[in-house]
């Protein structure tokens, strides 16, 4: 009898807003966004970002969907989805870790002030404010796949390719992205 381990998927993208080539200009690296899926469809996908796809400012924990909101939008948006298993007691976890962030989204905020700071690698921490890689961070510390450090704080999107037994299932368009497939085109 087989069985398998759970796995949870980042996505990290490139919408193109403004906000987005900006934080490339300043990065150096093609991904500026980082989201965490449960689902290999990617149905929902989970990270901090704009809540209101007309204004930047109003930012916080969201739900992202490849075919609302800001992807529905920016058709263009370029991404990478990797592929990383957990044990079932890490999953378990990482449901735990995440839990209150569904349960009381409009407590948490878009972490700007930490931004510049990241930028220059000066660690941050504003309760309940989080940038999209400071979330992705904390939930993979919560199960130890990054460890407790200021390390997780500061990572980038693009940090999250380097990870341990991650795997890279798909590059492409974002909208393009399915799962239909027996297998995953890797460009």
Not at 13 to 41: C, M, W
Not at 160 to 171: G, K, N, P, Q, T
């Amino acid at each position: 009898m087989s069985y398998e381990l759970p796995e949870i998927y980042i996505v990290i993208s490139q919408t193109g807003t403004l906000f987005s080539r900006a934080l490339k200009v300043a990065t150096r690296h093609p991904y500026n966004h980082v989201s965490i899926s449960l689902d290999r469809e990617l149905n929902a996908m989970y990270s901090f970002a704009r809540r209101n796809i007309y204004c930047p400012w109003i930012a916080g924990f969201i739900e992202e969907n490849p075919d609302e909101g800001m992807f529905k939008i920016k058709t263009q948006t370029r991404c990478q989805v990797y592929k990383l298993p957990l044990t079932p007691k890490q999953y378990e976890q990482l449901l735990l870790a995440l839990d209150p962030f569904l349960k009381n989204p409009e407590q948490y905020r878009y972490n700007f002030l930490g931004l510049p700071f990241i930028w220059m690698g000066i660690p941050l921490n504003r309760r309940y404010h989080f940038v999209c890689s400071e979330f992705v961070a904390h939930l993979l510390m919560q199960v130890n796949i990054i460890r407790e450090s200021h390390s997780g704080r500061m990572m980038r999107p693009y940090d999250f390719s380097m990870i341990e037994d991650v795997e890279l299932i798909y590059e492409g368009y974002l909208r393009e992205y399915t799962n239909d497939q027996e297998e995953y085109v890797v460009f």
